[in-house]
């Protein structure tokens, strides 16, 4: 893949910052910028960083949540051939520290006040950090010494020496810069800062526009991390797509974003549409009789037709006008509470089940599930619009290269590849072996089309020898409405076991169907009634899987896990040794409550 200076993504958003000015490209709350107005505010702070003596190639930090100013500060801190190096919103205090010891950050961008107070506590702690500018405009800045609003960082005056400096380092634009670093989730161990560059960027949006096509016409609504690659990268093609991109900055909003902006196109992880779907079909299982009758009779002609055209079968005159109806009675009204206009939802992160796409699919909203990871800019293969295995990522993107090593693992090899992870040369040496990247995943090809069968350092291996992919134990059991979440116990146990978090507003519809009275959340997961219908549901859930991957016992938990008590990653995957560690006492009273009946 031949690159150029004009793919660099500094010069691209420049031209677009010349060329069309008016054009608005993000929007947010009520407010809009164009191209013009990004560049005034990008300016003032790079002109700003400038200043502060920002080097070339320094790592500047980012530690908040989704905005329009984070935006800014990425494109500024490029222009100036900075590294932004983002940090979880959700961070606590020593993760942040970590971030910015490992990465040697002087200066640093923080969102709210918990966030700006965070980082002010740091500057004694961490050698390397001298400045806070601090995003949002009600922040008390109790640092001035050391610290500053954006707003004023923006609005002062700079020196015209500084005006040409900018002018300088935008003229060096070189793909051979390192453009971020971007720390893991870490669900495994340390987080490893990778390496990514121009090249990697440049290669992974020509690819897109080979594969996944958005235009001046669409809107991309950001509400996953920034500071994840799977956004982050989304939301720079977006920009150089000339998609606006509407931010969400508080994901809890994300229903009420979803109606307020209309999006056409938006990535989300799998977590996002298995709560879609389980409370579409909760709401379906509580409606009267004849509505009940409706959803189910309209759902079975949607997946008719739908396997049909996804077999490449052609579909019937009567299947046709039957879909119609369907569609108008049922299928549009989901996707309205989706805003309505929905092209195409991206899906990463993890593995998203077959069967809940195929749910989607047939309600007329395409999900694109793919794979990819930080290492590679994100997304190397993908769906597309052929008929493709449903529990498939689909086929590597243009100028990806894909085969399977020991175990089956998927190894990549491409212009997208990180160069490394930073200041981690052995790790670096362990994943990178003669130019292929070790994923971690085992992998199947069906018809040229990736099939991801588990990832090989959470297989569990009981007792009895026998091998247990959690992901897949977990995403047949997530579709009981009742799950809200769910973490698979069995690693060198006899049997397979789980820890599930109730979805406490179904369960107490459920307890009130049953007459079933108590105090608090805790005695109604200790009442029997609930627990054997528990017990009921997941085994009429597992009836796909063999006899060895089948949960024998579980335990009903009041808190749901989260990202706060370190317990999920910001992508809302589980950190299953923090789990094992944290509620060992309940892991092991499921077992040991079998030694004493043997």
């Known amino acids: 893949m031949q690159l150029t200076v004009n793919d660099h993504l500094t010069t691209v958003y420049r031209h677009k910052m010349s060329s069309q000015g008016e054009h608005i490209a993000q929007s947010q709350e009520g407010k809009q910028w164009s191209w013009q ?37 990425d494109i500024a801190s490029m222009a100036i051939r900075a590294v932004p190096v983002p940090a979880y919103a959700t961070h606590s205090q020593d993760q942040l520290a970590y971030v910015i010891d490992d990465a040697q950050i002087r200066v640093l ?40 609003l954006l707003c004023d960082f923006i609005a002062a005056q700079r020196a015209e020496p500084t005006r040409a400096l900018l002018a300088q380092r935008i003229d060096q634009a070189s793909l051979d810069d390192i453009i971020t670093l971007i720390y893991t989730s870490g669900t495994t161990g340390e987080p490893k800062g990778v390496i990514l560059d121009y090249r990697n960027i440049s290669a992974a949006i020509e690819m897109h526009r080979n594969r996944i096509v958005i235009d ?48 056409t196109v938006m990535c989300a992880v799998p977590r996002l549409y298995e709560k879609i779907y389980t409370q579409v079909i909760s709401k379906a299982e509580s409606a009267p009789r004849l509505k009940k009758l409706i959803f189910s009779l309209a759902f079975k002609i949607g997946n008719h037709c739908f396997e049909r055209r996804n077999n490449n079968q052609t579909v019937g005159p009567v299947a046709t006008a039957a879909n119609t109806l369907a569609d108008k009675i049922v299928f549009a009204n989901i996707r309205q509470a989706l805003g309505g206009n929905i092209r195409f939802m991206p899906s990463g992160g993890a593995a998203l089940d077959a069967g809940i796409n195929q749910f989607f699919q047939v309600c007329g909203l395409n999900v694109i599930s793919g794979f990819g990871m930080t290492e590679t800019c994100a997304t190397v293969c993908c769906r597309d ?29 491409g212009p997208t590849v990180m160069r490394g992870y930073y200041n981690k040369p052995q790790e670096t040496a362990a994943t990178l072996v003669d130019g292929w990247l070790k994923t971690g995943d085992a992998a199947k090809q069906v018809d040229g089309n990736i099939v991801i069968t588990e990832r ?14 959690p992901q897949r134990v977990e995403g047949k059991l997530i579709k009981e409405q009742l799950i809200e979440q769910i973490t698979i116990i069995g690693d060198e146990r006899q049997f397979v076991s789980a820890l599930i978090v109730p979805a406490f507003e179904d369960l107490e519809k459920l307890a009130k169907q049953k007459g079933i009275e108590y105090k608090d959340r805790l005695e109604l997961i200790s009442h029997s009634d609930i627990v054997l219908h528990f017990k009921q549901r997941i085994e009429k859930m597992q009836s796909e899987l063999a006899g060895y991957e089948k949960v024998k016992k579980f335990t009903l938990l009041v808190e749901e896990f989260t990202i706060a008590k370190n317990e999920l990653t910001p992508t809302l995957k589980v950190k299953r040794k923090v789990i094992l560690e944290k509620f060992k006492t309940e892991i092991n009273a499921m077992y040991n409550s079998v030694k004493k009946h043997a």
């Open 216 to 263: 001046e016409n669409d809107t991309s609504l950001s509400f996953l991390p920034l500071s994840h690659i799977f956004e982050r990268a989304w939301t720079w093609y977006a920009l150089a797509s000339n998609c606006r991109v509407a931010y969400c900055r508080n994901p809890a909003r994300i229903q009420k974003a979803l109606v307020e902006v209309k999006p």
């Open 456 to 469: 090989l350092k959470d297989l569990m291996k009981t007792s009895n020898g026998k091998y247990v992919a």
């Open 37 to 73: 107005q990004i560049q005034q505010q990008a300016d003032s702070i790079s002109l700003g960083l400038l200043e502060l003596g920002c080097e070339v190639q320094e790592n500047i930090g980012i530690y908040a949540d989704n905005s329009a100013q984070w935006s800014w500060i």
């Open 109 to 148: 961008f923080t969102g709210n006040q918990q966030q700006y107070d965070a980082g002010v506590a740091l500057l004694a702690q961490c050698d390397s950090l001298e400045y806070i500018v601090a995003i949002d405009d009600g922040v008390f800045i109790h640092h001035p010494q050391h610290s500053s």
């Open 385 to 413: 619009e052929v008929a493709m295995p449903m529990n498939s990522c689909g086929t590597p993107l243009p100028g990806i290269e894909l085969k399977l090593g020991d175990n089956n693992e998927l190894l990549i090899k």
